[in-house]
């Protein structure tokens, strides 16, 4: 089992730059592939980035590609979000998720889910 517990969001302006973090507690942490989704108001959950257990790999959604950046600290059981360059179009409740397949991440499917951290990004 895998509990995992995001901070760091927040209200920002447009520009702007947050770093959410991923707590995971629980057993073989390094073993889980890692990713961060979002949704928005009114609309569905989206992929946004994921990792390799080992950080080896990274993958990046087309709209944050360049402006996220997606790092993981296995010592510390913690993924990370810089986000840079914030729009308001990524404005919604940030998502961070476990499967040890890491490539699932990115269908938007995943063993363990975090219950979500808002980001607003004011115009």
């Known amino acids: 089992q895998v509990q995992l517990v995001e901070s760091g969001g927040g209200l920002v302006q447009a520009g702007g730059s947050l770093r959410l973090s991923c707590a995971a507690s629980?057993?073989?942490?390094?073993?889980?592939?890692m990713g961060w989704f979002r949704q928005a108001a009114g609309k569905e959950r989206e992929f946004v980035s994921a990792?390799?257990?080992?950080?080896?790999?990274?993958y990046y959604a087309d709209s944050v590609k360049g402006r996220f950046t997606i790092s993981r600290d296995n010592a510390k059981n913690t993924v990370y979000l810089q986000m840079s360059s914030l729009k308001p179009e990524d404005t919604a409740v940030y998502y961070c998720?476990?499967?040890?397949?890491?490539?699932?991440?990115?269908?938007?499917?995943?063993?363990?889910w975090g219950q979500g951290t808002q980001v607003t990004v004011s115009s």
């Open positions: 629980g057993r073989s942490f390094s073993i889980y592939g």
């Open positions: 998720a476990a499967d040890r397949t890491s490539s699932r991440l990115r269908d938007l499917l995943a063993e363990y």
């Open positions: 990792i390799t257990w080992n950080g080896g790999t990274t």
